[in-house]
């Protein structure tokens, strides 16, 4: 077993800003980086409105230069899941499978992975036709035919960033009113690439497998007013239904709201439990930026510091 004053989890933004701010204010934090070293900016390609960056700049490569300026002032990196705690008791205790660790804070930077819709065909094409990120496999659709499923702001961003490929895109939405921002809607509505089809969902995903090579052909819809099943050709399916917060380890143990994100108190990361911070999506289904999460993840390491210090009085 291994005592550190300070863990972080998570390692997109939010829990590198936290280790480096972390770090240099020397309390060595140890960073479970999760099954998505770096997060959701290392499933993106190029990042263009992260300051500091005039040209854009990779998000994997954000990712790695984000994580190398934290161990350039002693924080350590485990590319390890976290899937026990205990904080319960002082000091708090964290598991990777037997193996045990303790710390006197914890900073939760779990952020929030993309909802999918639960079709087994779904799972089957994933990567193979269907996605979750527009940015990261748009350019695969050169003069295809595409779909977008949602209704909110990700969707309308997703559909119009794809039109940049795709020769159309089918906005799928299961009501006949969109949720999405007025000025979104009107970019998407006036886009001449996009269509809409309202009042359907996706019942299944079509495709083909040849010589192993697994390949979406189209789609089978339901009209949710009038439960007339028909077929759309598409050469993609894109799910933009939103995110899910990470949050599945601390149910039961920290505040959440109704949707599962941490709730933090106002003007800090602060929870509920004494000694535990939260920065980044996995409380802000808000603003949800990189540079937003970055910015909680300096708050927490600062709240973790002062908190360290009246701890340690
Ligand atoms: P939202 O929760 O706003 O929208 C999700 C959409 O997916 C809704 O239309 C919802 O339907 C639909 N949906 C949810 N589950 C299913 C399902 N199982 N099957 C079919 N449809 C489903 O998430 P977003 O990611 O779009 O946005 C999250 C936040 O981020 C918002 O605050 C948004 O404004 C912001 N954002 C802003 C952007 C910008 O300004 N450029 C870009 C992207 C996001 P229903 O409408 O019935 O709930």
């Given at each position: 077993m291994e005592?550190?004053?300070?863990?972080?989890?998570?390692s997109g933004p939010a829990g590198l800003t936290a280790a480096l701010y972390a770090a240099r204010?020397?309390?060595?934090?140890?960073?479970?980086?999760?099954?998505?070293?770096?997060?959701?900016?290392?499933i993106t390609t190029e990042v263009e409105n992260f300051p500091g960056f005039p040209e854009g700049v990779m998000?994997?490569?954000?990712?790695?230069?984000?994580?190398?300026?934290a161990q350039r002032f002693g924080a350590e990196s485990l590319f390890e899941y976290v899937d026990k705690i205990d904080f319960g008791d002082r000091p708090f205790r964290l598991w990777v499978g037997e193996k045990e660790w303790t710390c006197d804070v914890v900073i939760i930077a779990t952020g929030a992975s993309a909802r999918l819709l639960g079709l087994e065909s779904?799972?089957?094409?994933?990567?193979?036709?269907?996605?979750a990120c527009a940015t990261c496999d748009g350019f695969f659709f050169k003069d295809l035919e595409v779909a977008v499923v949602g209704g909110g702001?990700?969707?309308?961003?997703?559909?119009?960033?794809?039109?940049?490929?795709?020769?159309?895109?089918?906005?799928?939405?299961?009501?006949?009113?969109?949720?999405?921002?007025?000025?979104?809607?009107?970019?998407?509505?006036?886009?001449?690439?996009?269509?809409?089809?309202?009042?359907?969902?996706?019942?299944?995903?079509?495709?083909?497998?040849?010589?192993?090579?697994?390949?979406?052909?189209?789609?089978?819809?339901?009209?949710?007013?009038?439960?007339?099943?028909?077929?759309?050709?598409?050469?993609g399916l894109f799910i933009g239904i939103g995110h899910k917060p990470n949050t599945d380890l601390f149910k039961g143990v920290i505040e959440?709201?109704?949707?599962?994100?941490?709730?933090?108190?106002?003007?800090?990361?602060?929870t509920n439990l004494d000694g535990v911070f939260a920065c980044g999506d996995v409380q802000d289904s808000k603003y949800r930026q990189a540079i937003t999460a970055a910015g909680s993840g300096c708050m927490a390491a600062i709240d973790a510091e002062h908190y360290l210090q009246t701890f340690e009085d």
């Open positions: 005592h550190r004053k300070v863990i972080i989890i998570g204010a020397d309390l060595q934090p140890l960073v479970f980086e999760g099954e998505q070293p770096g997060g959701q900016l290392t998000g994997p490569k954000l990712m790695d230069d984000m994580r190398k300026q779904e799972a089957k094409y994933m990567g193979f036709g269907v996605s702001d990700t969707a309308m961003e997703e559909a119009i960033f794809l039109t940049k490929f795709a020769s159309k895109v089918t906005i799928i939405h299961h009501r006949d009113e969109l949720r999405a921002s007025h000025i979104m809607q009107r970019r998407a509505k006036s886009n001449p690439k996009i269509e809409f089809r309202l009042n359907s969902v996706v019942e299944e995903v079509l495709g083909t497998e040849e010589n192993g090579r697994k390949k979406v052909t189209g789609l089978r819809l339901k009209d949710t007013k009038t439960g007339e099943i028909s077929e759309m050709k598409v050469d959440m709201d109704e949707k599962g994100y941490i709730i933090t108190k106002a003007k800090s990361t602060e």
